[in-house]
């Protein structure tokens, strides 16, 4: 036994060393930015003991099996939608094309899977109050159909009231199809969607489903917040199901969100980007449903659904192209700033254009390794001519996109790398000039309440402190 248990040991250094090669060759093959594929090569070949199962983890960028689910759902969704009328929508589309603000956007239209329809109807929602007021009043009039998706739900006074709420229309006979991310709301209770299910809710959770590899996709997360009922009146936005992001939950009360009410053409592109989700979890389709007729007129809406299984980096590059579409300003506002370069250098050429950058940040951290290097890059866009502003009342969620006078995007994404290659995220574009100013006006009040970051504030932060942002900033690619 003595004598066999060195060479076993041997073996096992060396089947961890070839692994560690055949992951560090995967790395170069797979990994979408250079920098991470170095970083993950080099550490795979020299320490394989302590990054091969991170690597498994975190390493990969592209989520395979929602891919092959996108396709068989594609191909369900054809034979679907055959029976729908689907003129009004195209007609919606071709006339989309004659916007001069969304041909700035010279990309859009292969970016996102989904066209630009016109004659939408959109609202602004201001905090929880006003976005879940709304959201419970449109599902209390439903009929036909409820589609509800979120990244967090909470079993507190808000998910009590959505639970019951969803509860009392099942029993009315309405079909409800609740969607949630499994690791998002991972402290949700076995009893919560229990109860949901023996009320004749359907419920699914957003997961890695079974299989060798999809099992260590635990990186990629559904953080898209998406409620259709009936197929006419759809939101999209920041907000998750809990009571802080009513307000009502210390330390980061009050809480700073804001969601879009939408009704229109593009309401059906909200239902495809849920079926795909959920066909993913369930590979069944939920009822998709088209009005006969849309509002004689209204506004130009794109929506943009991005993530782990597309072509592109969608969401980063969707940023990239906002900021270079931006002659006059370019208003942003994020919990999170850990741009990748190219993101970072739109920001830097437009300042040289003369373009009126700002970033809107919280003052106060929800996740300090995030908040330690979104600092470090604050300082870094101040100096390179961004305007970046601090909230000061409390924590800042939303994420919103105010490009010149017409352009603006609000939904789920995030300005950093998780929501540019790792989250499935959703935002919802709209040309309007109307709705622009809505949004200015929401931004400036925002602007009133913070504080300016001065260029020389970085200069005062302590040695110890600006060690620490920069290991974060070293690590920010997996954050």
């Given at each position: 036994m003595d ?7 041997g073996?096992?250094?060396a ?6 090669s055949?992951a560090a060759?995967?790395a170069?093959?797979?990994v979408?930015t ?6 993950w090569?080099l550490s ?5 003991y ?6 498994l ?8 099996g ?7 759902a594609?191909?369900q969704m054809r ?8 003129r009004?929508?195209v ?7 004659a916007?001069?603000?969304?041909a700035?956007?010279r990309?859009?239209?292969k ?15 201001v905090n ?15 009929r036909?159909?409820?589609l509800i998706?979120?990244?967090i739900?909470h079993d507190?006074?808000?998910g ?5 709420l ?6 009315e ?13 991972h402290?949700?209770?076995h009893?919560?969607v ?7 809710v359907e419920v699914?959770?957003f997961?890695?489903?079974?299989g060798?590899?999809?099992?260590f ?8 917040k ?6 006419v ?15 009502e ?18 309401v059906?592109?909200?239902?495809e980007s849920?079926?795909?989700?959920w ?9 998709l ?16 659904a991005?993530g ?9 590059l ?8 931006a002659t006059?300003?370019v208003?942003i506002?994020s919990?999170?700033?850990v ?6 250098a739109?920001?830097?050429?437009a300042?040289?254009?003369g ?7 919280p003052?106060?951290p929800d996740h ?14 101040v ?7 601090r909230?000061r009342?409390g924590f ?9 006078s ?15 290659r790792l989250?499935?995220?959703?935002m919802?574009?709209t040309v ?6 809505a949004?200015?006006?929401m ?5 009133a309440?913070?504080d ?17 942002m920069?290991?974060?900033r070293l690590?920010?690619p997996?954050?």
């Open positions: 004598y066999f248990g060195p060479h076993i040991f073996y096992l250094i089947l961890i060393h070839a692994l560690g055949i060759i995967h170069v093959l797979t979408r250079a920098q991470g594929s170095i970083a090569a795979l070949i020299f320490i394989p302590l990054t091969l199962i991170p690597y983890v975190f390493g990969r960028s592209t989520f395979d929602y891919i092959k689910a996108r396709r068989q594609n191909e034979l679907a939608i055959s029976e729908l009328n689907w009004p929508w007609e919606e589309a071709l006339t989309a094309r916007s001069s603000a969304y700035s956007l990309a859009m239209p970016l996102g899977r989904m066209p630009c329809l016109a004659n939408n109807e959109v609202e602004l929602l929880g109050s006003a976005t879940f007021n709304a959201i419970f009043q449109a599902i209390e009039q439903a036909e159909a409820v998706q979120f990244f739900i507190d006074r808000l009590q009231r959505l639970r019951d969803l509860l009392k229309k099942a029993a006979g309405v079909p409800i199809y609740l969607l949630y991310d499994r690791i998002g709301s402290a949700l209770p009893a919560y229990q109860a949901l299910r023996d009320g004749g699914k959770a997961a890695t489903r079974s060798w590899l999809n099992r996709q635990v990186n990629f997360r559904n953080h898209r998406i409620v259709v009922v009936d197929g009146v759809g939101f999209v936005g920041g907000h998750n199901v809990g009571d802080e992001y009513m307000g939950k210390p330390p980061l009360a009050p809480w700073r969100d804001t969601h879009v009410k939408v009704r229109g053409p593009v059906a592109c909200m239902q849920f079926a795909e989700d066909f993913w979890a369930a590979r069944t389709l939920p009822p449903i088209l009005p006969d007729e849309y509002p004689a007129d209204g506004v130009l809406c794109q929506l943009l991005s782990p299984a597309d072509a592109y980096e969608t969401c980063s969707f940023f990239v192209e906002a900021i270079h579409a006059q300003r208003w506002t919990p999170y700033f741009p990748d370069e190219a993101v970072f739109a920001l830097r050429l300042v040289l254009r373009v009126d950058v700002r970033l809107l940040l003052s106060r300090r390794i995030v908040y330690a290097a979104s600092s470090l890059y604050a300082f870094e866009a100096r390179a001519g961004v305007r970046v502003f909230y009342p800042l969620h939303q994420k919103v996109v105010l490009i010149d017409e352009i603006s995007a609000i939904g789920s994404a995030n300005l950093d790398n998780r929501s540019f989250n499935f995220e959703v919802l574009l309007d000039s109307d709705f622009a100013a949004v200015e006006h931004l400036n009040e925002d602007f309440l913070s300016e970051v001065a260029k020389g504030e970085s200069r005062e932060i302590h040695r110890l402190q600006q060690v620490g920069r290991i974060a690590i920010s997996i954050l």
